[in-house]
């Protein structure tokens, strides 16, 4: 009989618990650890704030005793940035665990933090494990995807990709992330500090160049608040890839409370030229917890060390236990 797939949650914010809840229900996945340091949930049953019944499975604040578990894979829901998460990859990799995370920044992380990129790619070849940041995005609309549409295209010149997201369905942490509620001088203040703004969106335009093998000069970045009488209402943020002096990547994204005509929409300039538009948009929550939990046998059939998402993307299959038929 094939043994099920082990799995520690790190963070179990409405993320980590969508993922969970997932997991519960499918075949050949076993919750063997629960941690989160909100002393609201920690003693508590995992079962107990998915809205089900026991587990066993109890929530600890101290990551060492939980990771220190036989377990195959660790679902890291934790922070958006790496210098933030890094310790507990590193705690998860130095255990020989393979980590499917949540971290924006770590879907591509190599342009922005190289030194901490090659270190952490380092211990998880040396210990035979991968990790990989994913997400609806950055991780899938607005950069795999993308890549994912070039395939029939002989020639490539530009990607232009659009994205609108009404934040008023979301859940409410992404809706302070971009501001909603704010003034416009408490949104700019918000943005300097790196509070405001939607984290991944360069990591996307370095993902794209990646897989293209695009060598850019610069990415541009700016980010905008959407004022309706005096309050903000969300944001338009917009990355740019210059390669050769020339605008070859655009992702726009506008992320606002009540924006009409959700939609994802892809535009590739090549040979033959493409337009992709998903109507409604890819719902953004239920989509990351999916692709969280459809990673993780990807994940466990990789490489070692750490990859991108489109680097498991071929190995990306809905399957109850990666070793099945």
């Keep these: 009989m094939t043994p099920p797939i082990r799995v520690i949650h790190y963070g179990l914010g409405p993320i980590g618990l969508g993922v969970a809840a997932i997991l519960t229900q499918r075949p050949g996945y076993e919750i063997v650890g629960a941690i989160d340091l909100d002393p609201e949930k920690v003693g508590k049953d995992l079962g107990t704030l998915l809205g089900r019944g ?12 939980a990771l220190d578990q036989k377990a195959d894979v660790v679902v890291h829901a934790t922070r958006s940035h790496l210098p933030d998460v890094l310790p507990q990859l590193f705690a998860a990799v130095a255990r020989g665990l393979n980590v499917v995370s949540t971290c924006e920044e770590l879907s591509y992380p190599w342009r922005r933090y190289p030194e901490e990129s090659r270190e952490l790619d380092r211990l998880a070849c040396a210990h035979g494990v991968t990790v990989v940041g994913v997400g609806v995005n950055p991780g899938f609309v607005m950069d795999v995807l ?6 029939p295209c002989r020639e ?34 918000g943005v300097r500090e790196g509070r405001i703004g939607h984290v991944g969106l360069e990591e996307s335009v370095a993902m794209i160049a990646a897989a293209l093998e695009w060598e850019l000069q ?19 943020q917009v990355a740019r890839g ?28 090549g040979e033959p030229p493409l337009h992709v538009e998903v109507e409604e948009g890819i719902p953004g929550d239920i989509a990351t917890c999916a692709i969280v ?10 490489p070692p060390g750490l990859l991108a998402p489109f680097q498991i993307f071929p190995l990306w299959k809905r399957r109850t236990h990666p070793r099945s038929p």
Excluded: C, Y
């Excluded at 459809?294 to 466990?300: F, K």
């Design 54 to 65: 026991p587990t066993g499975i109890p929530v600890v604040a101290d990551e060492g005793s």
């Design 293 to 302: 939990a459809n990673a993780i046998p990807a994940v466990l059939e990789a």
């Design 146 to 151: 993308p890549i994912l549409f070039t395939a």
């Design 242 to 269: 210059v390669r050769e002096g020339t605008e070859v990547i655009l992702l726009d994204l506008t992320m606002k409370a009540g924006a009409p005509n959700q939609r994802d929409v892809i535009w590739i300039e």
């Design 156 to 189: 490539v010149k530009r990607i232009r990709v659009e994205r609108v997201v009404d934040v008023s369905r979301r859940r409410e942490p992404l809706q302070r992330k971009v501001g909603v509620g704010l003034s416009p001088r408490e949104f700019h203040q």
């Design 218 to 236: 610069r990415i541009d970045h700016s980010i905008e608040p959407i004022v309706e009488d005096g309050q903000v209402r969300g944001l338009h």
